[in-house]
T-cell receptor, first 111, second 114 residues
């Protein structure tokens, strides 16, 4: 029962910004949004997370709307190595912290 | 720094055979540990999690079991594999401390049951 909705695939030109959208309209007030990416045949790699404020790190920026019903992951200068499946995840608390994975967005960076 | 190991990397097993996948974490103590399964072309499904030695919580009924015999060791097992057990199995850890709930994933084990 994924709590997020993402487009199944996107293309982005190398060197351009990649903007990956995510809808999480049923998110609760204390649930965080996490982003991971998975390159084929590898374990998911943590990118960034946030609650209500925009966040930035060395990999990406996360923009969360004021009503928290959607967010956008921004890769500022996409490279061929950013080609991967990107997962937007809501972290819920039920016994422990759990990630509810959807099917993600397959991003293809084009040369 | 912390590292997480999984082995084997790949495994081909006949239906009805037993299974044992191992996950170990280095560089941290008392982590929360997780087992996920990923079917082909799908997202990850949480199977088990553990907040301490001997403490296992199961998320979905299935043909698998998990054990945590040591603080930084997490084992996924089956007595008799089914075809539907094929998939990519991922172990993850988090610190379990407040503010440290980010999960970090291992390299995974690809299991093919024939």
């Amino acid at each position: 029962d994924a709590k997020t909705t993402q487009p199944p695939s996107m293309d982005c030109a190398e060197g351009r910004a990649a903007n990956l959208p995510c809808n999480h309209s049923t998110i609760s007030g204390n649930e965080y949004v996490y982003w991971y990416r998975q390159i084929h045949s590898q374990g998911p790699q943590y990118i960034i997370h946030g609650l209500k404020n925009n966040e930035t790190n060395e990999m990406a920026s996360l923009i969360i709307t004021e009503d928290r019903k959607s967010s956008t992951l921004i890769l500022p200068h996409a490279t061929l190595r950013d080609t991967a499946v990107y997962y937007c995840i809501v972290r819920v608390r039920s016994g422990t912290y759990k990630y509810i994975f959807g099917t993600g967005t397959r991003l293809k960076v084009l040369a | 720094s912390q590292t997480i190991h999984q082995w084997p990397a790949t495994l081909v097993q006949p239906v009805g055979s037993p299974l044992s996948l191992e996950c170990t974490v280095e560089g941290t103590s008392n982590p929360n540990l997780y087992w996920y399964r990923q079917a082909a072309g799908r997202g990850l499904q949480l199977l088990f999690y553990s907040v301490g030695i001997g403490q296992i919580s199961s998320e979905v009924p299935q043909n698998l079991s998990a054990s945590r015999p040591q603080d930084r060791q997490f084992i996924l097992s089956s007595k008799k594999l089914l075809l539907s057990d094929s998939g990519f199995y991922l172990c993850a850890w988090s610190s379990g401390l407040a503010g440290g709930e980010t999960q970090y994933f291992g390299p995974g084990t690809r299991l093919l049951v024939l």
